[in-house]
Structures are given as structure tokens and as C-alpha cells.
């Protein structure tokens, strides 16, 4: 028989919970601080793989496939729940957002898409070229091309999907973030340019690209689409995880990669540790003094 006592009963703090990108019905939340995502089965594979990595400490410990309402999920940590008052940022990690095999499929029956090329023009009036705008329309490959040239995906090897701050303000309108100077600026009104945030945010992506460096996941995944999260608290509390492994995709043995190396397709690089270069080396350059 069980006894309740009001003294057994777990006082799991209440918070409101921040989703910064991604369709809104893919999450629900669990219990004792646990998150479910819509099931995806590479993601499945991914987080299984990494619980025996050692990159273990910087994702959300994964818990296996549960049910709710007959529909799958992948059971998780839920990364905010140790914060009273989170600021949050996903970044997007990598210098395309898009698998190789995407591009390839794109390719299967060519065909001329309006569309896009409506897209592409509302965005950029000179974006299509001469043929393109004589055919009022361009190829699929194409257009997912040109839109990783938009953001600083492309020429930062990440980008900022959204911010949101303690106070409330939230942002995910950085499409078109893309110059060096105009990340730096958004990472600066991220961190409120508090020393000991911006410190503790480099000390841990500088232990998560030495731990990328050795881990055997790493080397023989192409990393596409997925995000480091961000989370901060006023206090000085700052922790950085990497999330969304649905388009983390294994290497045929014996391939790797070095993840630095410019993609030129075929080889499958993604850019990843470029962009981390290149995320501290921005962070580094708004450290005072
Ligand atoms: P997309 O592929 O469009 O980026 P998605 O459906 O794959 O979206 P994620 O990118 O995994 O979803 O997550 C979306 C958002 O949900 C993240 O930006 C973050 O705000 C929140 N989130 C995801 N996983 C966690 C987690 N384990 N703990 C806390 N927040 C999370
Ligand atoms: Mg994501
Ligand atoms: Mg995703």
C-alpha cells in the first residue's frame, strides 16, 4: 500500500518552457524535467550513440522511445529546467543547413519552380540571373543554394535561429543576419555584455571543441541542421549544449570528417568546427580590455 505524505510530494518548480525553433507541436513536456520530441529515428540513433560518447556531457541525456496519445517521442532532459529565469539562444551550427542526399534528391526530376523564384526575388530582386528571370523560374538545388548565402550560414559556418531573453524580448527574424559585425552585435545585446557570461560561454565551447576533436561520433557523422542552445541566468549561470541530431546522418566506414574542411559536394563536410572557430573567435573579440 502506498502512503502519501504531503512531504513526498515533489516540488518540481513550475517554468514556462521557450521553444526557439522547429514546429510547435513537436515538443511536449515530460515529467521530473524531462522533455519529448516527436520521434525521429535518426535522432533516435544519434542520442542512443551519443550516451556512450564523450560528448555524453553536452547533449541531453536520452531516455529512450516513449508513447503518448499513439504517437512516438524521444524522452530527454529538458535543458532549461535547472534555471529560474533562462535567457535562451539557438544556434545553428554548420555551412549548410541541407544533407547532401537533400540535394541529390532535389535533383530528381528537374523542374523549373515559380515558386522559388518568387521567393528568391521578393527577398532579392537581383538574386536570379538573366536565363533564370527569362524562364520565371529556377531549379530547386538551386534555390537551396542560394538561400544558405542569405544568413551567415554560408560565410560564418552558423547562424542565430532566435533569441530569447530574460526580460521576455525574443527574436527569431535573423534570416538575414549574416555579416560578422551584425552577429557580433546580436550576440552582444544576447549576453547584456556581462564579462562573466561571455566567459563562462567561452570556457564551455572551448572544452566542447576539444572533446569534438577526439569523439569517434563526431568523426563519422555529417552534422547538418543541428544547434548548440544557449542558456544563461543573470547569476552568471551559462551552459551550451548541441541539440537536433534529425539530420545527423552515420559515414559508410571507414569515412570521416574533419569538419573543417570547405564542402564541395561529395565530400560531405559540413563546416561544423569551422563555425565554432569562428562563434569563439567572434566571443573572443567582445571580451573588454
Ligand atoms: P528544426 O529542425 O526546425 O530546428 P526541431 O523540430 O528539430 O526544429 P529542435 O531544433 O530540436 O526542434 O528544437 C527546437 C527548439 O526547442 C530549440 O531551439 C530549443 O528552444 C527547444 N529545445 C529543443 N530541445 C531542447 C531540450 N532538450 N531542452 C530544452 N529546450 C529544447
Ligand atoms: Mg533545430
Ligand atoms: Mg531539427
Known sequence: MVHWSPFMV???KRYPWVQLAGHAGNFQAGDYGKLL?????CEQQCLQKLMADPLRPFVPGYYGVVQRDEQDYNLMDDLLADFDSPSIMDCKMGSRTYLEEELVKARERPQLRRDMYEKMVEVDPTAP?????????VLKPRYMQWRETLSSTATLGFRIEGIKKADGTCNTSFKKT????????ALEDFVDRNPQI??????????????????????????VG???????????????????FG?????????????????VE?????????????LIDILMDMLPG
Open 129 to 137: 540571373t538573366a536565363e533564370e528571370r527569362d524562364q520565371q523560374g
Open 247 to 263: 539530420k545527423t546522418v552515420p559515414l559508410p566506414p571507414p569515412r570521416t570528417l574533419d569538419h573543417r574542411t570547405p564542402w
Open 178 to 185: 549574416k555579416h560578422r559585425e551584425q552577429v557580433k552585435a
Open 10 to 12: 515533489s516540488f518540481k
Open 226 to 244: 543541428s544547434s548548440l542552445l544557449f542558456v544563461h541566468e543573470e547569476t552568471g549561470q551559462a551552459q551550451v549544449w548541441m541539440i537536433d
Open 198 to 223: 561571455l566567459k563562462s560561454y567561452l570556457q564551455r565551447l572551448k572544452e566542447l571543441r576539444m572533446v569534438l576533436e577526439k569523439s569517434e561520433f563526431f568523426r563519422t557523422h555529417e552534422v
Open 266 to 278: 561529395g565530400n560531405r563536410e559540413d563546416g561544423y568546427l569551422w563555425g565554432l572557430d569562428n
Open 37 to 41: 520530441k516527436r520521434y525521429c529515428e
